[in-house]
T-cell receptor, first 115, second 113 residues
Framework: KNQVEQSPQSLIILEGKNCTLQ??????????LRWYKQDTGRGPVSLTI?????NTKSNGRYTATLDADTKQSSLHITASQLSDSASYIC??????????????FGTGTQLKVEL | DSGVTQTPKHLITATGQRVTLRCSPRSGDLSVYWYQQSLDQGLQFLIH???????AKGNILERFSAQQFPDLHSELNLSSLELGDSALYFC????????????FGNGTRLTVT
């Protein structure tokens, strides 16, 4: 069964600190891996998309890495801010032969940034 | 603002009833996806349409159906509602069929009583 597992489930850090979130997946073959940020009660917002041939992608203070051999990805947040408090979701895309695609979502890491 | 509009924002209805959720994709986007998010659960893929045609189905119940109209807006119909159908239902759109970012609406919160 194709799965996407994230760790930790939740994390509390102090403002200004860095943190790294992990994603392990078994989806194969996959087309791209995405990280989304979801604020409570809102729709997810895309942070990064990486194809299997990319191993790092940055978006401001967010840097995602991908190791397609070990099927692991990480999201590193630098100099955290209170507004970073949200759920961070790892998503693996499988593009189907008929032209559609199936996105498999992890259950997310709930990050809380405190003063 | 993602540019994806979902209506209504909240819906409260009784078991056994039928509801329709509506989604207007971002201008220029041809793909529309529907997802269900139950309390403390990850997003579950329901169905994907591209330019009016169904492209992929996830774990969508037979009581649920969807369509994408010629103007590209989409509707998700939920019938014979059960308590367990209470969830946030998200619509997302993208310009293509899998390589581009998905833009999510802010969801419709369905409560079945």
């Amino acid at each position: 069964k194709n799965q996407v597992e994230q760790s930790p489930q939740s994390l509390i850090i102090l403002e200004g600190k860095n943190c790294t979130l992990q994603c392990n997946y078994t989806v194969s073959p996959f087309s791209n891996l995405r990280w989304y940020k979801q604020d409570t009660g809102r729709g997810p917002v895309s942070l990064t998309i990486m194809t299997f041939s990319e191993n790092t992608k940055s978006n401001g203070r967010y840097t995602a890495t991908l190791d397609a051999d070990t099927k692991q990805s990480s999201l590193h947040i630098t100099a955290s801010q209170l507004s970073d408090s949200a759920s961070y979701i790892c998503v693996v895309t499988l593009i189907l032969t008929g032209g559609g695609n199936k996105l498999t979502f992890g259950t997310g890491t709930q990050l809380k940034v405190e003063l | 603002d993602s540019g994806v509009t979902q209506t209504p924002k909240h819906l409260i209805t009784a078991t056994g009833q039928r509801v329709t959720l509506r989604c207007s994709p971002r201008s220029g986007d041809l793909s529309v996806y529907w997802y269900q998010q139950s309390l403390d659960q990850g997003l579950q893929f329901l169905i994907h349409y591209y330019n009016g045609e169904e492209r992929a189905k996830g774990n969508i119940l037979e009581r649920f159906s969807a369509q994408q109209f010629p103007d590209l807006h989409s509707e998700l119909n939920l019938s014979s509602l059960e308590l367990g159908d209470s969830a946030l239902y998200f619509c997302a759109s993208s310009v293509d069929q899998g390589a581009s970012p998905l833009h999510f609406g802010n969801g419709t919160r369905l409560t079945v009583t």
